[in-house]
Structures are given as C-alpha cells and as structure tokens.
C-alpha cells in the first residue's frame, strides 16, 4: 500500500507541474511518514546524497559550458568544420553534428548545446536552403549525442550512484557508442538532403574560408576534450579537478586568445552555472529521499523480481526497458530519470549478470533518443525556438534521425565490445 502511495504520489505532482525535485522529495517523504518510520531520514538523506566528491564535478562542468559558449568556441568550430566538409548537399547540416559531438566532450549538457549550436547555424542553414524544421530536427537530434560523449553530466551521475562503476570508466566507454550515435544521425541528415536537395544553395561566408586558417582559430575549442580526457587517463588528475582545468582553460582562450571574454562575462557565468547547478544538486538530494524510501520499505526488488520475471529474456527485457526510456526521456532529463529509476533498473541488470558499465550506456542511449523524440522533448523544445517551428513540424524528418539512434542503440546491445572494448584497454 505505502508503494502504491509512494507511485501515486509522485505522478500525481508530476501532472500538477510540481517541479520535478520537490515531487521526488514530497512523494519519498509521504511514503516515510505513512511507514511510520522517523522523519529525520528526510534530512539525513539530503545530506548523504550530496555529500560525495565526484558530484562536486558537475557545477564545474556546467560552467565549462558556459564559458565555452560565450568565448565563441561554437562558432569557430563551426567555420573550420564547413571548411573542411565542404559546401553541397547536407553539407552544414554535417557540420552541426559534428560541432555538437565537440561540444559534448566538453560540457556534456544536451539542452546547453542544441541552444549553442542552434544559436550559430540556424541563420547560415535557412540562407543555404534548408527548412527551418529540418533544422531543429538536425540541431536537437545531434545535442543528444552530448550525454554520450564524454564528459557527460548523467555518466557522473550513474557512477555516482552504482557501486562498482568508476567515472573514468564510464567515460572510456561512452566515447565509442558516442560516436556511432553521431555517425547514425549523419547518415538519415545527408539521405534526405540527397534526394530533397537540401544545402548548398550559396557559397557566401565559409564556403571560401581554407581548412588550414579556420583550424587554427578553432584548434584551441579542438583541444578542450583531449586536455579533460587525457589528462584523466594519463593520472594528472580526477574527473573532478579536470572540470576544475578546463575552466580554467576555457577562461585563457576568452581572455588571452580569443579576448572575448570580460569580467562582467565571469560575473554572468557564475551566476548561470551556480542557479543550473543548485537546481541539478537539489533534484540529486532530494531523490535520496526517494531512493532511500523505495530501498528500506521493501518496493525495490518486488518490481524487479516481477519484471524478470515476465519470461522475456535479455533482449525482450532490453527491449521493454528501452520503449519505457525513451518515453520518459521525453519528460525527464537523464539526471532525474537515473535519480528515480536506478534503484530498480540495477537488481534488473544484476538478474541477468549484466556488466553495469554496459549496462549504462545502454540506459543513456535510450535516454538520449527520448531526449529529441517528439511530442516533448527537451533537446527538440530548445532547437524548435531557435528556428521559430512547432514541435509537431519536425516529426516527419527527426523520426529518421531517432530511426538511426535506434540502429546505433541496437548494435552497442548486440556487441557489448563496443562499449566496453576501450575502458578494458585503458585499464578501467
């Protein structure tokens, strides 16, 4: 009765458009009371679900977008990468892949990169000939990948709250299924502008721009991801100082190289990162008391023994689990569905001997595709205001881009090396 309570609870504020933080601590801290177990476990829990040291990464993550935002990062890469692909058919279109996989080694936000990358390539995509929802399809499907590609925001999350699973390990095998999720939506962008000609209607601006120039404006956004990825991998320093370094860097290329950057941008910035980050941090606190509430009164491992015990299999439970993401995905960020559902998913995994590394990209994969599938998605909803379209618009033309994630999905389910393969070599 108190799980059904606890359930009720929960969707009951989520459709009432209570945020998604205080629903998760409200409806935990019911269940608490009609168990009749002591309240201070709500304030206990608070404490006990923040006070761990890989989490102090995410506000520096955060920021490490902003300053990379506002230094004018996006735009460069933007220009050197239209140099070196080229003008022509989904040619721009490419681009803004591939700025937006860039830009996901280095804030790993989703939302934050559909609104940078959209910002840039919007105007220059409409005066080269492509409609304006195919754009905010292209823009918010390629932010997904952002989630995938190391650093990520949700990976630190999972590490965070799975034993056994290390940050560096979940970076290491993020990158590989990352880039696959990068190269399945390129694909479905250059066959439909193929056969609807779209792109390569003017070669004004970057069309006469050399690779070689553009590269050494945009050589310093380039190196953001290998400074945080290498500098981890060659033991410098924790996921947590390398959000700590690329801040810093990030703040030299705005005032040293590019000088674009003033202290009244700094003041901006904290200002932004630190709301952003309190809102992530309060969610993460407060699903302790939801977690806790689900784990001590027994709900937990009732609704996993029931889903294994369908008599689906591996992949008919995969395949369940997936359709079930992907439409949360539309609602929630990947943040607030690892707070809320991890605590099942786990016994699940572990029922079926499953390799919780794996396992995670997995549930990220599923989340990202959720992230630009319409009716409601975050990623879509960013991208959608940038070009000035309605959601609705975009579906006959992002359903082949979340058609490609899938594929991409399929294949990190049918070979667990390609997730798994680089964190073994490395050592993690």
Do not use: H
């Amino acid at each position: 009765m108190t799980g059904f309570v606890l359930v009720a609870a929960f969707v009951a504020m989520m459709l009432a458009a209570v945020p998604v933080g205080v629903a998760i601590g409200l409806a935990g801290a019911l269940a608490i009371w009609l168990a009749g177990q002591s309240i201070m476990a709500v304030p206990t829990n608070v404490y006990t679900g923040i006070a761990k040291y890989p989490l102090i990464a995410i506000p520096m993550f955060v920021l490490v977008g902003s300053v990379f935002d506002r230094t004018g990062v996006a735009l460069r890469l933007v220009r050197f990468a239209t140099a070196l692909v080229g003008a022509g058919r989904g040619a721009l279109a490419t681009v803004s892949v591939l700025v937006a996989m860039v830009l996901g080694g280095i804030s790993g936000s989703g939302p934050a990169t559909s609104a940078a990358v959209g910002q840039v390539v919007t105007p220059s995509m409409i005066k080269d000939g492509y409609p304006r929802a195919f754009i905010a399809s292209t823009v918010g499907a390629a932010a997904a990948t952002d989630i995938l590609i190391p650093p990520s925001i949700a990976f630190i999350i999972y590490a965070v709250l799975v034993p056994g699973v290390s940050v560096p390990a979940i970076f290491a095998a993020g990158m590989i299924p990352g880039i696959l999720a990068g190269i399945s939506i390129i694909i479905p962008i250059l066959i439909i502008s193929w056969l609807r000609d779209f792109g390569g209607k003017t070669q004004q601006g970057d069309g006469a721009l050399s690779v070689w120039s553009t590269f050494k404006e945009a050589i310093w956004g380039l190196m953001a991801p290998v400074i945080i990825l290498g500098g981890m991998r060659a033991g410098l320093f924790t996921p947590t100082e390398a959000a700590v370094m690329a801040v810093a860097y990030g703040l030299f290329i705005g005032f040293v190289i590019y000088r674009t950057l003033t202290l009244r941008d700094v003041y901006e910035m904290l200002v932004e990162a630190g709301e952003l980050s309190g809102i992530i941090l309060i969610v993460v606190a407060l699903a302790s008391v939801f977690a806790w509430s689900l784990s001590t009164l027994g709900i937990v491992q009732p609704i996993a023994d029931w889903i294994v015990s369908l008599g689906l299999g591996p992949y008919g439970t995969l395949l369940l689990l997936g359709l079930v993401l992907i439409v949360i995905g539309m609602v929630l960020d990947g943040i607030s569905i690892y707070l809320i559902l991890l605590p099942i998913l786990i016994p699940i995994a572990n029922s079926f001997g499953w390799d919780l590394v794996w396992f995670g990209i997995l549930l990220t994969m599923m989340v990202a595709i959720g992230q630009f599938t319409p009716p409601v998605a975050v990623n879509l909803m960013v991208s959608c205001k940038i070009a000035q379209v309605p959601m609705e618009s975009t579906i006959p033309w992002v359903s082949w881009m979340v058609l490609g994630m899938m594929t991409a999905l399929a294949m990190v389910v049918a070979v667990p090396d390609l997730a798994l393969w680089l964190p073994r070599v490395l050592g993690y």
